[in-house]
């Protein structure tokens, strides 16, 4: 499920939701299962001895699979904020409920681009507060290495081209879907988002999707790979930049995930969603208040793959 979907649906909660949304453009991909309780225990490998075979000979019992399991006790954090406008504001002939809802949204678009940012980059052991991102749970996902350019230019670089859409395509498919519609969402660099779609076009291998229940269009590489910005930080940082030490260094990567509420692919796993709530005056100031906990969880590893070693030229 989408967070607004899990989220209640009263008007404060929503002004919350619409800012957060345009902020975190990666709710309209992420999936969320809500379960109660503070934290979730997730099997993270499974050793499997027997029942190598799927076939028997006439009256042979069949030789079942035993698992050797291992178990990590995932922790949800709570994502908060209050919002308020001053009383004053009444004084000043103006309406503080209206002003009230006008920041919420404005800084519920800041909450959403915070957030956005620790979808990648958050970092439990330097922030306890927050959730681990991508980058920190890869150690439960794989690492691929491309060690590519993609670079422009007409035929001359055709083939440097070619061999760099397949290598992506190739490391795509390494990724286990659980959609009906089988496509994995590869989240890239805003600037080599831009050099993938204009190389994947001249190709041949590109090709658009407008959603009926959606006002965007997904592009699409192949036949099943969705490419998205990571975006920006609040300071207009990209959230995967060309530092990496990969390829000689100056690279970036490319992170391919397949979301799934079930649990078992890249989920975020929350209690009730984003909840907000009037306050009323508190004090000097009329106050909005959010709470969501949250964490974001993987438990197959080919649910999260990183393609690293890329540059644009």
């Not at 920190?136 to 001359?156: E, H, Q």
């Not at 660099?189 to 965007?216: C, M």
């Not at 030490?245 to 799934?260: K, M, Q």
């Amino acid at each position: 499920m989408k967070l607004r979907q899990i989220s209640p649906g009263d008007e404060v909660t929503t002004l919350g939701l619409n800012g957060m949304e345009r902020g975190a453009p990666i709710l309209t991909d992420a999936e969320w299962r809500d379960r109660p309780g503070d934290l979730e225990r997730k099997e993270t490998k499974q050793g499997a001895q027997g029942g190598s075979t799927i076939t028997r000979l006439i009256n042979n019992d069949n030789t079942p699979i035993t698992y050797t399991p291992a178990y990590r006790n995932v922790t949800k954090k709570i994502v908060s904020r209050d919002i308020k406008t001053d009383k004053i504001v009444r004084q000043r002939a103006g309406d503080p409920i209206i002003d009230l809802a006008e920041r919420t949204e404005e800084e519920m678009f800041y909450v959403g681009q915070l957030f956005q940012a620790m979808c990648f980059t958050g970092d439990s052991g330097a922030v306890a507060t927050d959730f681990d991102g991508l980058e920190n749970l890869i150690s439960y996902g794989r690492n691929l290495d491309a060690n590519l350019t993609l670079p422009l230019g007409g035929d001359s670089v055709k083939d440097l081209q070619q061999e760099a859409i397949e290598k992506l395509l190739e490391h795509a498919e390494n990724v286990i879907t659980f959609g009906p519609d089988q496509l994995v969402h590869a989240y890239v660099n805003g600037s080599f988002k831009v050099r993938i779609l204009s190389i994947a076009k001249a190709l041949g291998y590109l090709s658009t999707v407008q959603k009926p229940d959606a006002g965007y269009v997904d592009n699409i590489i192949g036949d099943k790979v969705i490419i998205r910005s990571a975006g920006l930080d609040s300071s207009g940082s990209y959230l995967i930049p060309f530092t990496e030490t990969y390829n000689g260094g100056n690279s970036s990567s490319i992170w391919f995930v397949a979301w799934d509420e079930s649990g078992i692919g890249v989920h975020i796993l929350t209690s009730q969603g984003l909840v907000g709530e009037y306050n009323g005056p508190v004090g000097n100031f009329y106050q909005n208040n959010f709470n969501m906990d949250a964490v974001m969880g993987v438990r197959n590893s080919n649910a999260l793959i990183r393609s690293r070693g890329w540059k644009l030229s």
